[in-house]
Protein backbone atom coordinates (compact mmCIF):
# COMPACT_ATOMS: atom_id res chain seq x y z
CA UNK A 1 0.00 0.00 0.00
CA UNK A 2 1.29 3.32 -1.00
CA UNK A 3 2.33 5.64 2.10
CA UNK A 4 3.95 8.54 2.91
CA UNK A 5 5.37 9.03 6.63
CA UNK A 6 6.82 12.20 8.48
CA UNK A 7 8.83 12.93 11.30
CA UNK A 8 8.87 14.72 14.12
CA UNK A 9 4.87 15.60 14.23
CA UNK A 10 6.05 18.95 16.46
CA UNK A 11 9.01 20.61 16.50
CA UNK A 12 9.74 23.27 18.79
CA UNK A 13 13.43 25.35 17.64
CA UNK A 14 15.15 28.36 19.16
CA UNK A 15 15.58 30.97 16.45
CA UNK A 16 19.27 29.90 14.76
CA UNK A 17 18.47 26.43 15.76
CA UNK A 18 19.16 24.37 12.52
CA UNK A 19 17.35 21.04 12.06
CA UNK A 20 15.61 18.58 9.50
CA UNK A 21 12.49 16.85 8.89
CA UNK A 22 12.10 13.91 7.19
CA UNK A 23 9.23 12.73 5.19
CA UNK A 24 9.56 8.75 4.07
CA UNK A 25 7.60 6.72 1.26
CA UNK A 26 6.96 3.73 0.13
CA UNK A 27 5.22 3.89 -3.31
CA UNK A 28 4.55 2.04 -6.60
CA UNK A 29 5.56 3.94 -9.44
CA UNK A 30 6.68 7.20 -7.96
CA UNK A 31 6.44 10.49 -10.39
CA UNK A 32 7.36 13.46 -7.83
CA UNK A 33 7.61 14.29 -4.51
CA UNK A 34 6.45 17.75 -3.11
CA UNK A 35 6.87 20.09 0.13
CA UNK A 36 4.19 22.12 0.79
CA UNK A 37 4.11 24.87 4.13
CA UNK A 38 0.43 25.11 5.33
CA UNK A 39 0.10 27.99 8.15
CA UNK A 40 -3.11 27.83 10.22
CA UNK A 41 -6.36 28.31 8.31
CA UNK A 42 -4.95 28.31 5.34
CA UNK A 43 -3.97 26.29 2.30
CA UNK A 44 -0.66 24.51 1.71
CA UNK A 45 1.82 26.57 -0.24
CA UNK A 46 3.64 24.92 -2.82
CA UNK A 47 7.94 24.96 -1.61
CA UNK A 48 9.53 21.86 -3.97
CA UNK A 49 8.93 19.58 -6.48
CA UNK A 50 11.34 17.24 -6.53
CA UNK A 51 12.04 14.03 -9.30
CA UNK A 52 14.89 11.76 -8.87
CA UNK A 53 17.26 10.44 -5.75
CA UNK A 54 19.87 12.53 -5.49
CA UNK A 55 18.07 15.85 -6.50
CA UNK A 56 18.59 18.79 -4.39
CA UNK A 57 16.33 22.04 -4.24
CA UNK A 58 16.44 25.80 -2.41
CA UNK A 59 14.73 28.15 -1.12
CA UNK A 60 15.96 30.60 1.46
CA UNK A 61 16.45 29.30 4.72
CA UNK A 62 15.03 26.11 3.04
CA UNK A 63 17.02 23.04 1.45
CA UNK A 64 14.83 19.66 0.22
CA UNK A 65 16.55 16.36 -0.57
CA UNK A 66 15.84 13.03 -2.05
CA UNK A 67 16.92 9.39 -1.89
CA UNK A 68 14.93 6.38 -2.71
CA UNK A 69 13.23 5.59 0.13
CA UNK A 70 13.07 9.39 1.78
CA UNK A 71 13.15 13.39 1.59
CA UNK A 72 14.34 15.96 3.97
CA UNK A 73 13.65 19.12 4.16
CA UNK A 74 16.72 21.00 5.98
CA UNK A 75 15.72 24.13 7.84
CA UNK A 76 19.06 26.39 8.20
CA UNK A 77 19.14 29.04 10.98
CA UNK A 78 14.84 29.53 11.20
CA UNK A 79 13.11 32.60 12.12
CA UNK A 80 9.65 32.77 13.91
CA UNK A 81 8.27 33.04 10.58
CA UNK A 82 9.05 29.58 9.48
CA UNK A 83 6.65 28.37 11.87
CA UNK A 84 4.24 26.76 9.93
CA UNK A 85 3.07 22.78 9.49
CA UNK A 86 5.71 21.30 6.65
CA UNK A 87 3.25 18.91 4.76
CA UNK A 88 5.23 16.35 2.23
CA UNK A 89 3.21 14.41 -0.55
CA UNK A 90 4.73 11.79 -3.04
CA UNK A 91 2.68 11.83 -6.71
CA UNK A 92 1.67 7.67 -7.67
CA UNK A 93 0.47 6.01 -10.67
CA UNK A 94 -2.81 4.31 -9.53
CA UNK A 95 -4.57 1.25 -10.55
CA UNK A 96 -6.43 2.66 -13.14
CA UNK A 97 -3.20 4.30 -14.70
CA UNK A 98 -3.70 8.12 -13.76
CA UNK A 99 -1.93 9.86 -10.93
CA UNK A 100 -2.85 11.41 -7.77
CA UNK A 101 -1.40 12.44 -4.72
CA UNK A 102 -0.76 10.94 -1.33
CA UNK A 103 0.08 13.05 1.59
CA UNK A 104 1.69 12.79 4.71
CA UNK A 105 0.48 13.92 8.17
CA UNK A 106 3.13 16.49 8.13
CA UNK A 107 5.25 18.04 11.11
CA UNK A 108 3.75 20.90 12.72
CA UNK A 109 7.51 23.44 13.20
CA UNK A 110 7.39 26.14 16.09
CA UNK A 111 10.21 28.56 15.85
CA UNK A 112 10.87 30.53 19.25
CA UNK A 113 12.44 33.85 19.38
CA UNK B 1 1.17 29.94 -10.44
CA UNK B 2 -2.73 29.96 -10.87
CA UNK B 3 -4.96 32.54 -8.29
CA UNK B 4 -7.21 30.68 -6.70
CA UNK B 5 -10.18 31.73 -4.48
CA UNK B 6 -13.06 29.58 -2.49
CA UNK B 7 -16.28 31.05 -1.58
CA UNK B 8 -17.35 30.95 1.19
CA UNK B 9 -14.14 30.93 3.37
CA UNK B 10 -16.04 29.20 6.03
CA UNK B 11 -19.46 28.22 7.39
CA UNK B 12 -21.24 26.63 10.02
CA UNK B 13 -24.42 24.76 9.13
CA UNK B 14 -26.84 22.24 10.74
CA UNK B 15 -26.82 18.84 10.85
CA UNK B 16 -28.59 17.81 7.97
CA UNK B 17 -28.81 20.56 5.60
CA UNK B 18 -25.87 21.07 2.21
CA UNK B 19 -23.55 23.33 1.67
CA UNK B 20 -22.08 24.00 -2.13
CA UNK B 21 -18.45 25.57 -1.81
CA UNK B 22 -17.13 27.53 -4.91
CA UNK B 23 -13.65 27.11 -6.55
CA UNK B 24 -12.92 29.75 -9.12
CA UNK B 25 -9.10 30.02 -10.97
CA UNK B 26 -8.02 33.38 -12.86
CA UNK B 27 -6.80 30.96 -16.12
CA UNK B 28 -7.95 27.84 -17.39
CA UNK B 29 -6.70 25.24 -15.90
CA UNK B 30 -6.97 21.05 -17.24
CA UNK B 31 -7.30 19.69 -13.85
CA UNK B 32 -8.94 20.73 -10.70
CA UNK B 33 -8.99 18.74 -7.53
CA UNK B 34 -11.52 18.61 -4.22
CA UNK B 35 -9.51 17.11 -1.06
CA UNK B 36 -10.57 16.99 2.57
CA UNK B 37 -8.08 18.06 5.39
CA UNK B 38 -10.43 16.40 8.82
CA UNK B 39 -9.27 18.08 12.02
CA UNK B 40 -5.21 17.56 13.39
CA UNK B 41 -4.79 15.03 9.77
CA UNK B 42 -3.61 15.58 6.10
CA UNK B 43 -5.18 15.95 3.06
CA UNK B 44 -7.03 13.25 1.32
CA UNK B 45 -8.55 13.30 -2.13
CA UNK B 46 -11.99 13.52 -2.75
CA UNK B 47 -12.56 13.52 -6.42
CA UNK B 48 -11.04 15.23 -9.62
CA UNK B 49 -13.42 17.45 -11.21
CA UNK B 50 -13.78 16.96 -15.14
CA UNK B 51 -14.66 19.49 -17.05
CA UNK B 52 -17.66 18.36 -18.99
CA UNK B 53 -17.81 14.69 -18.09
CA UNK B 54 -19.22 13.20 -14.19
CA UNK B 55 -15.82 13.84 -11.28
CA UNK B 56 -13.44 10.87 -10.51
CA UNK B 57 -13.71 9.90 -6.92
CA UNK B 58 -11.83 8.02 -4.57
CA UNK B 59 -12.93 5.26 -2.62
CA UNK B 60 -14.78 6.10 0.44
CA UNK B 61 -16.34 9.02 -1.87
CA UNK B 62 -19.79 8.71 -3.59
CA UNK B 63 -21.56 11.16 -5.94
CA UNK B 64 -24.75 11.39 -3.78
CA UNK B 65 -22.43 13.17 -0.81
CA UNK B 66 -20.06 15.13 -2.68
CA UNK B 67 -21.79 15.92 -5.79
CA UNK B 68 -19.13 18.12 -8.23
CA UNK B 69 -19.59 20.03 -11.12
CA UNK B 70 -17.41 21.45 -13.37
CA UNK B 71 -19.24 23.72 -16.19
CA UNK B 72 -15.70 25.11 -17.23
CA UNK B 73 -11.99 24.96 -17.45
CA UNK B 74 -11.95 27.86 -14.97
CA UNK B 75 -14.58 26.76 -11.91
CA UNK B 76 -15.98 24.45 -10.23
CA UNK B 77 -18.14 23.58 -6.63
CA UNK B 78 -17.98 21.34 -4.22
CA UNK B 79 -21.71 20.14 -2.43
CA UNK B 80 -21.60 18.68 0.73
CA UNK B 81 -25.10 16.83 1.15
CA UNK B 82 -27.19 15.75 4.45
CA UNK B 83 -24.04 17.20 6.47
CA UNK B 84 -23.42 15.30 9.50
CA UNK B 85 -20.69 16.85 12.03
CA UNK B 86 -18.18 14.22 11.15
CA UNK B 87 -18.18 16.42 7.68
CA UNK B 88 -16.36 19.30 9.89
CA UNK B 89 -13.49 19.92 8.26
CA UNK B 90 -11.21 22.06 6.00
CA UNK B 91 -12.10 21.42 2.29
CA UNK B 92 -9.69 22.73 -0.03
CA UNK B 93 -9.99 22.72 -3.76
CA UNK B 94 -6.06 22.12 -6.01
CA UNK B 95 -5.06 22.79 -9.78
CA UNK B 96 -2.57 20.59 -11.38
CA UNK B 97 -0.28 21.46 -14.08
CA UNK B 98 0.69 18.67 -16.71
CA UNK B 99 4.31 20.31 -17.56
CA UNK B 100 5.39 20.20 -13.65
CA UNK B 101 2.84 17.66 -12.15
CA UNK B 102 2.59 20.32 -9.22
CA UNK B 103 -0.78 21.00 -7.62
CA UNK B 104 -1.52 24.45 -6.20
CA UNK B 105 -4.19 24.87 -3.39
CA UNK B 106 -6.97 27.52 -2.69
CA UNK B 107 -7.41 28.96 1.02
CA UNK B 108 -9.73 26.24 1.93
CA UNK B 109 -13.48 26.21 3.51
CA UNK B 110 -13.64 25.92 7.21
CA UNK B 111 -16.63 23.99 7.62
CA UNK B 112 -18.30 23.50 10.80
CA UNK B 113 -21.46 20.80 10.98
CA UNK B 114 -23.55 21.16 14.41
Known amino acids: EDQVTQSPEALRLQEGESSSLNCSYT??????LFWYRQDPGKGPEFLFT???AGEEKEKERLKATLTKKESFLHITAPKPEDSATYLC??????????????FGTGTRLKVLA | SAVISQKPSRDICQRGTSLTIQCQVD?????MFWYRQQPGQSLTLIAT?????????ESGFVIDKFPISRPNLTFSTLTVSNMSPEDSSIYLC???????????FGPGTRLTVL
Open chain 1, 89 to 102: AVQAITTSGTYKYI
Open chain 2, 49 to 57: ANQGSEATY
Open chain 2, 94 to 104: SVGSRRTDTQY
Open chain 1, 50 to 52: LYS
Open chain 1, 27 to 32: VSGLRG
Open chain 2, 27 to 31: SQVTM
